[in-house]
Each structure stands twice: as C-alpha cells, then as structure tokens.
C-alpha cells in the first residue's frame, strides 16, 4: 500500500525544479521581494528569533528570513524542495536548516 502522501510528495518533486520560476514563488522581481519582506518584517518579532517556514518549498521567504537575521528552520514534504531551499541559502551565504517532514 502507498503512503497517503505519496502523491503529494511526487507532485512537488517534480515541481521543484521550475518552481522559482513562477512570478510569486521564487520573489525574483525586485517589487515582491519587497512586499515579502515588508510583510514578514511586521508579522515577526526582532530579529533574532528563532522562526519556522512550515511548507518552506524552494526558501525564498526562507532566504528573506535569515537575510533579516533570523534563525531559520524550514520544513517541506518533498525532499527535492528541501534540496532546492538549502542549496538557495547557501548560494547566498545565509545560514538555514532545512529539513524533510510533514507538518
């Protein structure tokens, strides 16, 4: 028998690869990224705080967090999100956890 979650994992794994390229999901247009980062900046506490991103995908509000000093856990069903968010953070130089699980 297949786990429930099977399908959805599969789903967003093979979604992870063009995934960044949708307008909203990988917050390259200078005037979302904004946005995000006005948005989380009044929704969370001062930096540092310790902050989860439950469904994180590919990290970019991963990468917003921890650019602001935040100390950043990300959790996603599909590994291959996880691996796009980890390897995101690192390519900028920003610290992250990242981590396969169902939330």
Known sequence: MTHPTAAI???WD???RDFDDEPDHGLRA??????????LSRCLPSAPADVLDVGCGTGSLSALLAGAGHRVT????APRMVEAARAKLAA???PGRFLVGDA
């Open 9 to 11: 994992t599969a789903y």
């Open 92 to 94: 900028a130089g920003l």
């Open 30 to 39: 200078p005037e979302t990224r904004a946005a995000w980062a006005d948005l």
């Open 14 to 16: 093979a979604a992870a």
């Open 74 to 77: 990300g959790v996603d069903l």
